[in-house]
């Protein structure tokens, strides 16, 4: 797939230099950092039981979205992700509200990353006798250090995430075993469970941040066109990237329920490390400082690297002004994609409460998972099995699709349940954001140049 990537008119291609490894670091490298934080806002929901619950049902969903990702997107190997599975399968509207959806989902956990590690920082300056430290600087470091990164190449960048996610990952189970899970010396599940104090209500207020322990995992899509074998590396690397962090979440939820009460865990910002605090181990703060501060980078880092991809690949389709559609000449980035959305995540990282920033990502999130249900059927539908060349098949097709609705459907309420004005206003915003692009931008699509598989004719048209 070729680019404009110079106004003097030299077409210049993004580099396929990754393997199944730099999918993994990507999905799991955006992901782990709901471990460090985020998800324990779904115990303040319902309770330490509930969010076990919430974390099993999120998982499953997540499941099938990394199965219906895997089949979709090792049939449809373009840079864009999801929105490159609508503009194929469904028509230019649907297109342009997933990656709409995708570059909000990934700036926001941008900026709740750029939060949490400014908030760790300035946790841990005080602890230092600093009285004064602040997170503001750390939050703009973070994000124009990183944005930096990402300018410089695709290949370091995921190599760096795949370094400091293994680091991160790593060290969650060393706390795991250092806090002795087969004893009674450190973790108190009897004395601190609760049973559910909002009952099954709060269990179902819980689905909302329960999505944080794997929501990004789709984002090893927005790789296709840079990794050496789409075939392979994608399904490969996503399944390996949930089944990763199914144990992590599980793990996390384990530490930290059975040594915080779950009046205190519920508001904590960064709970794996106030877990590393109440061992009364310093090796143990320090690993889980940085960890938290690893996860935060590595998550930051992935985010940037997928929004800039959805935001490019709708430029060079011309949904976007097709000035975000160019490529550095040397380093084969989507520079411009990546600079302007910058200042995006530094308005929400700065101004923005984190559980609000949270928040905004999951809907986008939500509504993305909602359509990969409906397009995975119509896909199933218009090019059955065997009329097109399918790397992965998905199995028990169609229940995944209609678990995933289901699911999806009732995160929707639970967000409703805390977060109703948010969810309206997002909702009107999308609308909004449809009608332009109906009215003005629509015009420019050139939907014979963006429909790029080889493929014959759908069934029926």
């Known amino acids: 797939m070729k680019v404009d990537a110079s106004s003097s008119g030299e077409r210049i291609s993004l580099l396929r230099v990754l393997g199944p490894g730099h999918v993994w670091a990507l999905g799991v490298g955006i992901v782990l950092v709901g471990e460090y934080m985020g998800w324990n806002f779904a115990v303040g929901k319902g309770g330490a039981i509930a969010a076990l619950i919430a974390c099993w049902f999120a998982g499953l969903l997540y499941t099938c979205v990394a199965m219906i990702d895997s089949e979709v997107t090792s049939s449809v190997a373009a840079a864009g992700g999801q929105y490159a599975h609508a503009k194929h399968i469904v028509g230019p509207l649907m297109a342009f509200n997933v990656g709409l959806y995708l570059v909000f989902a990934y700036t926001m956990v941008e900026a709740a990353n750029a939060i949490t590690l400014g908030h760790l920082v300035q946790i841990v300056g005080v602890m ?3 009285e004064d430290a602040s997170d503001k600087p750390f939050i703009v470091l973070t994000i124009v250090f990183l944005a930096w990164l990402n300018y410089r190449g695709v290949y370091t960048t995921l190599t760096f995430s795949l370094v400091i996610t293994a680091f991160a990952f790593v060290f969650i189970c060393v706390l795991f075993f250092a806090v002795q899970p087969w004893s009674d010396a450190y973790i108190k599940h009897d004395q601190l469970l609760t049973g559910l104090p909002y009952g099954w209500l709060g269990v179902l207020a819980a689905l909302h941040f329960g999505m944080w322990f794997y929501l990004g995992i789709e984002g090893t899509t927005q790789a296709a066109e840079e990794v050496r074998s789409p075939a392979r590396a994608l399904p490969l690397g996503t399944m390996t990237g ?4 199914l144990i992590a979440s599980t793990m996390t939820w384990y530490i930290c329920s059975g040594l915080m009460p779950w009046e ?3 508001q904590s910002v960064t709970p794996l490390f106030d877990a590393a605090r109440l061992t009364n181990s310093t090796l143990l ?27 490019f690949s709708m430029g060079r389709d011309r949904y976007l002004p ?13 520079y411009r994609a990546i600079a302007f959305l910058v200042p995006v995540a530094l308005v929400f990282a700065y101004f923005a409460p984190l559980d609000r920033v949270i928040t ?3 809907l986008s999130g939500l509504l ?5 249900a409906f397009n995975v059927m119509l896909f199933r539908r218009k090019w059955p099995l065997g009329s097109i060349k399918r790397s992965y098949v998905h199995p028990f097709h169609p229940w995944p699709a209609v678990i995933l609705l289901v699911l999806c459907s009732a995160t929707y309420v639970a967000v409703f349940l ?8 997002m909702m009107v915003f999308y609308i909004v954001a449809s009608l332009w692009f109906a009215v003005h931008r629509y015009k420019y699509v050139r939907r014979g140049e963006q429909f790029a598989m080889p493929w014959p004719r759908p069934v029926g048209y």
């Open 368 to 372: 993305e998972y909602t359509f990969m």
């Open 322 to 334: 097709q000035v975000f559609g160019a490529v550095h000449p040397k380093y084969r980035t989507p």
């Open 128 to 130: 230092a006798g600093f």
């Open 418 to 425: 805390g977060y109703g004005t948010q969810l309206i206003a």
């Open 264 to 266: 205190y865990l519920g």
């Open 242 to 245: 949930i089944v990763t962090l």
């Open 360 to 362: 905004f990502s999951i």
């Open 285 to 311: 703060m320090v690993l889980l400082f940085i960890g938290t501060i690893f996860s935060a980078l590595a998550s930051a880092n992935c985010c940037i690297n997928d929004a800039s991809r959805a935001w």
